[in-house]
């Protein structure tokens, strides 16, 4: 089944390594993104310099294949990536490799408190300890 690991391309080069490496004959993912420059838009790499490839046994000729400036190592061999990480981004890729990126993040809806409420503190340093909500209106300093 192989796994996948990140190669990273000569400076400017990310085309022309994606295909040194498919023509070395490994499966290659490169991640792209649509990004507006003035009136116009251009498709580039979304990790810039950076794409993916799946290694199923020998890995030695990724480093040699043109436009390839080395693979991200553990030690002696690729780092390996996690696989569903990899499937997610291929999910949200359309025919043309452009990455669907979403808007802004969504917020986990935050419980809401009133001034004198009770709380308990479940992270960090006082977690566990009971403690009042208070809310502290900012300070405004006066120039008089």
Not at 38 to 60: E, M, P
Not at 120 to 130: E, M, N, S
Request: proline share 7%.
């Amino acid at each position: 089944m192989g796994y996948w690991c990140v190669v990273r391309a000569e400076p400017g080069h990310d085309r022309l390594a994606v295909a040194g490496v498919t023509l070395a004959g490994f499966e290659t993912f490169w991640p792209k993104a649509r990004v507006r420059i003035g009136a116009r838009y251009k498709t580039q790499g979304l990790f810039s310099g950076y794409f993916f490839t799946r290694i199923d046994g020998a890995w030695l000729p990724i480093r040699r294949a043109i436009g390839v400036s080395g693979l991200i190592m553990a030690g002696a061999i690729p780092a390996r990536c996690p696989p569903e990480e990899i499937a997610k981004l291929i999910a949200r890729t359309d025919d043309d490799g452009v990455v669907r990126l979403t808007g802004r993040p969504q917020v986990a809806n935050r419980p809401s408190f009133a001034p004198g409420d009770q709380v308990r503190i479940v992270d960090g340093a006082f977690r566990g300890f009971d403690a009042l909500f208070v809310v502290r209106l900012p300070t405004i300093a006066c120039g008089c």
